[in-house]
């Protein structure tokens, strides 16, 4: 009789989804520290860097992002890769040509406003991207030390540099990104690039 009640009380317990056994000891957290070997934290490290540079010295001036999306030069990818063979082939020769020949802007993307609506602009490698602004132009580019850099050009000029595994690829993208520039306003009709802003009267004196 005694075994069937117990019986009965486990099974009872047992679907109620109550514990019929002791409550389980609680571990502090010396008993952890005692308990095995603990897991060692890696020394922090840096993968890659972001970095923000005003190409244009003066705040007086305005991109015209639109001309720029439009008219920037880009480098095929399959030149890349063959200026790279030619870099690795001549290595320990020619530096200044080895380094300046790896890297290039492969692809861009900018939105703008037309009277039926938004417009967007892509061209070479970019990423689909879910929104685009209207305020920045946003530039693919390849280097040797860092194949995946992204560098949003402002209106303002400002540029924001993001995949660079260090300083020196992200003075070669300001470089690389100012020579894009320059060859565009070496085009005749190209000289609306750079607009100088018009600033409002501030009332006489």
Known sequence: AARDVMRE???AGGAAGHRTGPAPVKRTYESTQT??????PEPPQVRTMTFVCDLLSSHDWQVNLQM?????ELTPVAALAAAADVAAATEGGGGEAAAGGGGGIVGLSFQYQTPSGPKVVKRGQVKD???HFAHQAQLRLSLPSSPNVSVKVFSTGRLQIAGCRDETACVEAVKLVARAFNRILEQPDCRELLRRQTKGGGGGG
Do not use: N
Request: proline content about 12%.
């Open 129 to 131: 991207a879910k929104r």
């Open 35 to 40: 308990s095995g070997p603990m897991p060692e």
């Open 68 to 72: 720029l999306s439009e008219r920037c």
């Open 9 to 11: 009380a486990l099974e």
